[in-house]
């Protein structure tokens, strides 16, 4: 079934640990994004990207990395964690126009202590 | 630049009451608009997009190029309503990712 899945759903890490957020999906898609939201609040576009070996930075000033080395898989990686980056990171990915509905995964919900 | 205000954080109505949702955006362009829905505990959805012209879940929105605004509408609130709301708008033309609203959090009271 085409979908876009997260995983961990849920991580508790320590400051200054590395960690890589995965998402992959099925929909067959070009694009895709990653947000940071806060529980019920509002979406920060962290990072896209629009096809394989495209990475663009988003809104919001992140200390993150992405990479896209295949078109389904698209992961987030923090380098050193801190307190401030806990959060909620959603994936998201679209077709090729612009006018295209975005799909968005179940989220990852960060603590870092 | 792209901006969509959505002026509302919450909004408390009661079942059966009408509801609207603001949206206005700016941009001098042809823009498309959605409006997404985030349930409790479940994903951020699309809800509806202007150029669809349907109504979902007894929700629409219309888009007034005149005033810039595409608020979302429903005659009669229900209770599973109760969700957060985000307006979005994108470029016809552009290759550029979806500008979201801040979002509304809509409570339907009982």
């Known amino acids: 079934e085409a979908d876009i899945y997260q995983t961990p759903r849920y991580l508790v890490i320590g400051t200054g640990k590395k960690i890589t957020l995965e998402c992959s999906q099925t929909m067959g898609h070009d694009k895709m994004y990653w947000y940071q939201q806060d529980p019920g609040m509002e979406l920060h576009l962290i990072h896209y990207?629009?096809?394989?070996?495209?990475?663009e930075k988003g809104d919001l000033s992140s200390e993150s990395t992405v990479s896209r080395i295949r078109t389904e898989h698209f992961p987030l990686t923090l380098e050193s964690a801190r307190p401030s980056h806990t959060s909620q990171y959603l994936c998201?990915?679209?077709?090729?126009?612009?006018?295209?509905?975005?799909?968005f995964g179940p989220g990852t919900r960060l603590t870092v202590l | 630049a792209q901006r969509v205000t959505q002026p509302e954080k919450l909004l408390s109505v009661f079942k059966g009451a009408p509801v609207e949702l603001k949206c206005n955006y700016s941009y001098s362009g042809s823009p498309e608009l959605f409006w997404y829905v985030q349930y409790s505990r479940q994903r951020l959805q699309l809800l509806l997009r202007?150029?669809s012209r349907e109504s979902i879940k007894g929700f629409t929105a219309d888009l007034n190029k005149g005033e810039t605004s595409f608020h979302l509408k429903k005659p009669f609130a229900q209770e599973e309503d109760s969700a957060m709301y985000y307006c979005?708008?994108?470029?016809?033309?552009?290759?550029?990712?979806?500008?979201f609203g801040k979002g509304t959090r809509l409570s339907v009271i009982a």
């Open positions: 202007h150029i």
């Open positions: 998201a990915s679209s077709g090729r126009t612009s006018t295209d509905t975005q799909y």
């Open positions: 979005a708008l994108s470029r016809f033309s552009g290759n550029t990712p979806l500008v």
């Open positions: 990207s629009y096809g394989v070996n495209s990475t």
